[in-house]
């Protein structure tokens, strides 16, 4: 009798053992598991300028008052550069035909790459 009062309780350890990833996993599927603080976020591009500065671009909102902020982030600060409504998703420039930074810059603003030299 000992012997299978011992053997039960190994296969509930076991069930609640195997439950354990299940329960993860349907976690990560729900509003609960998911991070709050990212919830109508992404990160659309993102370009270093040294180690400790970059520009990202983020897009925020959802639906018509979706927007994408271009933010300078250092260690110390993030500083909004400049806001505009979402662009379409343009392809990556191929590696041999990178464009330079002052000309991503300047369309950013609002100004064309002629004046952004």
């Given at each position: 009798m000992d012997l299978s009062a011992g053997f039960g309780a190994l296969?509930?350890?076991a069930a609640v053992i195997a439950m354990i990833p299940l329960a993860l996993w349907l976690l990560r599927?729900?509003?609960m598991?998911?991070?709050?603080?990212?919830?109508g976020m992404r990160t659309v591009a993102?370009?270093?300028?040294?180690?400790?500065?970059r520009i990202v671009t983020v897009e925020v909102g959802t639906g018509d008052e979706?927007?994408?902020?271009?933010?300078?982030v250092t260690p110390g600060s993030i500083s909004t550069l400049h806001?505009?409504?979402p662009q379409e998703d343009a392809p990556l420039p191929a590696a041999g035909?990178?464009?330079p930074f002052a000309q991503v810059l300047g369309?950013?603003?609002g100004r064309g790459s002629r004046d952004a030299h």
């Amino acid at each position: 009798m000992d012997l299978s009062a011992g053997f039960g309780a190994l296969l509930s350890f076991a069930a609640v053992i195997a439950m354990i990833p299940l329960a993860l996993w349907l976690l990560r599927r729900t509003p609960m598991g998911r991070n709050a603080s990212s919830a109508g976020m992404r990160t659309v591009a993102a370009l270093p300028l040294s180690n400790t500065q970059r520009i990202v671009t983020v897009e925020v909102g959802t639906g018509d008052e979706r927007r994408w902020l271009v933010l300078g982030v250092t260690p110390g600060s993030i500083s909004t550069l400049h806001t505009m409504a979402p662009q379409e998703d343009a392809p990556l420039p191929a590696a041999g035909n990178a464009t330079p930074f002052a000309q991503v810059l300047g369309r950013l603003q609002g100004r064309g790459s002629r004046d952004a030299h």
